[in-house]
């Protein structure tokens, strides 16, 4: 019985690997390819498998990028918090977590995730995976900013809980908000081409 057990546990263990490198290579693709061109095979081969391998773990193309939506969705809520605990204390803490905000909103996970929005919009039974995964995103993420802003919603203006050492947030609108993100980070919002200065500046 033991050397049966013994040769099962490897071979769960490559599975597991194999089913994670599948799901790896399905967000890679979305990221870089888009969605239509994320086909099984496509992953399969970014993954270093067979497309027999890939089927095995997942048989159908919607139930591949179903299990990545679920992936994308824990990784994305995983980046946050491993990011925002390594983030500095003191004057810089408020821009470090613009920074690591940011960062979250313009990194791979959600260009994939982004991917998988714009087919959702055309497919209701996508829909109806995408809605609540997001809405889980949305939620951690504004309870984790909340917490390292140290910032009661609770009081009018949104001081920290103490009080001590925290200054109110302002009240801005979104898009200044995602200016000063974005400036935070010299990132140019995505529809907009970065040209040298004295020329006219072209929408993509």
Do not use: K, N
Not at 35 to 58: D, K, L
């Amino acid at each position: 019985m033991g050397a049966v057990a013994a040769t099962r546990e490897p071979r769960q263990d490559r599975s597991r690997a194999t089913r994670q490198r599948l799901l790896e290579a399905a967000v890679d693709c979305l990221a870089e390819l888009g969605w239509a061109r994320a086909t099984v095979a496509v992953v399969a081969e970014r993954a270093g498998v067979s497309r027999g391998a890939a089927q095995h773990h997942f048989p159908t193309r919607e139930a591949l990028f179903t299990a990545a939506l679920e992936y994308m969705a824990a990784e994305r809520i995983a980046e946050v918090r491993r990011c925002g605990a390594a983030l500095p204390a003191g004057a810089r803490h408020t821009e470090a977590v613009v920074e690591m905000l940011v960062g979250v909103y313009v990194g791979p996970l959600f260009r994939a995730a982004a991917q998988v929005w714009v087919q959702a919009a055309a497919d209701e039974a996508l829909r109806t995976l995408v809605v609540p995964l997001e809405a889980r995103m949305a939620r951690e993420t504004h309870t984790i900013a909340v917490h390292l802003l140290g910032v009661d919603e609770g009081r009018p203006g949104g001081t920290g809980s103490s009080g001590a050492g925290r200054r109110s947030l302002p009240t801005r609108s979104p898009d200044a908000d995602c200016s000063t993100a974005l400036a935070y980070r010299r990132i140019p919002p995505p529809h907009v081409r970065v040209i040298p200065p004295g020329s006219s500046v072209g929408w993509l």
